[in-house]
């Protein structure tokens, strides 16, 4: 079994979480997002559920930043929701920001380094009702945001990372519809997936004006493999790969978008996007990796560009259906370094499962996530073994939570959370890895 002793002297462990899915956004003062919305509108939601309350994470945050502290991590990565923080998109909520000020003192008060997140998908419905990411004038809007809190907070958070999941917040969300604002249009698809890259860009420019360090973002990856050697399904695979994990990265490191892709999004792109390419291009402090599992792709002529079907692969699936396959995050992890960013430092800023835990005499034994977590760790270290510049691992996610579409049916957590009496009770994956991470009253060996 891994420990703490098998990585870098410093290296970071910790838990992610995000705001709309754990705070409840029906407290302090926040705005309604386009969260609130969509879940509001039949069909789009499990249930129709909606993170109004979710795990009243804004109320209980001091017992859950305790729980990260006796988990022995060393990192908290949570997110600053817009709406909270501007429920018009424009003006601030006093209460919003003294909610995230006073967390940011908590994780400090425990011992744990605060890694912020700018954008983990709640926009404020005054914006959305303006276009949200098709329009241009957002990414302004969104650098505006990003000032005022950093204003607030960024004398005492370790890093801050723009926009999470670039390709959830474009394609998944305006071209496959799955997620708010639920849109499966090309075209809003294409302006989204620029502008939601130009938001960071434009941020990164405002903050590092303002002098302020470790500025990065969270893309996630999806390993992408052929169904079959068949030419057509090497193709498809490739058409993925280029949508889902080269898109963002080479915008930001080369300033082009991949050939591959413009070949179906061209025409719908916003005018003179090239312009925006520099400003997209700012240098990054640290890259955060999102990975969760593989795909396998088909070519698919029935259907228009990108003329893609998946087919189901043989590995165990989780509670997603996500086949686990910890050699894709080996193989982002290194490919990143080799490719795109040489030695800049690296993050794992999300990986974890989703599993049917039961809460048995106040117990759940989720033996599946310990050997998930394992080895997905076990995938990093042989990362940083072969070259990678891996500074840190963050699980996804610290509490069972709201898991957008899926509403409360998915539990990613070390911790499970009660949803009618909101106790929580660490699973036994959670006291594996305090475990995994305990160090000696010396704080340098076991
Ligand atoms: O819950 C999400 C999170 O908000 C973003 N990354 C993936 C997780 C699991 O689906």
Redesign the pocket.
Known sequence: MLSRFDFPEGFIFGA?T?AY?IEGSAFGGCGSSHWDTYSATPGNVVRGESGARACDHYHQWPADLDLLQAANLDGYRFSTSWARVMPDGVSINPEGVDFYDRLVDGMLARGLKPFQTLY??EMPSALADKGGWTNRDTCHRFADFSEAITRRLGDRVASIATI??PW?VAWLSHFMGIHAPGLRDIRAAARAMHHILLAHGLAVERLRGMGQPNLGIVL?FDYAQPASDRPEDVQAAARWDGIFNRWFIEAITRQTYPEIVLEGLSPHMPANWQDDMATIGQKLDWLGI?Y?TRHLHAHDATQPWPHLRDVPGDRPKTQ?GWEIYPEGLHHFLTRMAKDYVGDLPLHVT?N?M?NADLLEDGRVSDQVREDFLFSHLAATKQAIADGANVQGFFY??LLD????A?GYD?R?GLVHVDYDTLVRTPKSSYHALARALARNDQGTAR
Do not use: D, L, R
């Not at 939570?401 to 957008?404: L, S």
């Open positions: 992610a995000a899915q983990h998908w999470n999941e959830c996630n999102n969760y997603m999300e974890g989703a996804w996610s939570n709201y898991e957008w899926e998915k990613f």
